[in-house]
Nanobody, 127 residues
C-alpha cells in the first residue's frame, strides 16, 4: 500500500508559478513511476507529467505543458515535485499525484498504469 500526500496548490494569476509537492510512503519509492495528473471540471483526468528513475531521470510531458512545467523527484525524501511556470487559465484543475508500482517498458506514460493516487490539490489560475 502506498500513500500519497500532495501540497502546494492555490490561486495564482496568469503568468505566475506554483510548485506542487507529493510525498509517498513505501520503501521502494525509487522504483515507482510518479506522475502528475490534472482534471478540470467536466473533463477526463489526464497525465501532464511523469518521471522514472533508471540510471538517470526520464521524464514525460503532455504537449500542453512542455516548456512550462518541470517534474523532478528526490528519491531520498520519497518526494516528487511539479514546478509550474507561465501558468494559464486553462491550467486550472485539480492536480493529482499518482504512483505506478508495477510499470514496465514505456507503460509509465499511460494513465491506466497508475495504481495509487493522492487526494488532489486545487490549482486555480485567474486571467
Amino acid at each position: 500500500q502506498v500513500q500519497l500526500v500532495e501540497s502546494g496548490g492555490g490561486l495564482v494569476q496568469a503568468g505566475g508559478s506554483l510548485r506542487l509537492s507529493c510525498t509517498a510512503s513505501g520503501r521502494t519509492f525509487s522504483s515507482y513511476a510518479m506522475g502528475w495528473f490534472s482534471q478540470a471540471p467536466g473533463k477526463e483526468r489526464e497525465l501532464v507529467a511523469a518521471a522514472i528513475t533508471r540510471s538517470k531521470l526520464s521524464t514525460y510531458y503532455a504537449d500542453s505543458v512542455k516548456g512550462r512545467f518541470t517534474i523532478s523527484r528526490d528519491n531520498a525524501k520519497n518526494t516528487v515535485y511539479l514546478q509550474m511556470n507561465s501558468l494559464k487559465p486553462e491550467d486550472t484543475a485539480v492536480y493529482y499525484c499518482a504512483a505506478a508500482t508495477s510499470w514496465y517498458g514505456s507503460s509509465w506514460k499511460r494513465r491506466d498504469e497508475y495504481d495509487y493516487w493522492g487526494q488532489g490539490t486545487q490549482v486555480t489560475v485567474s486571467s
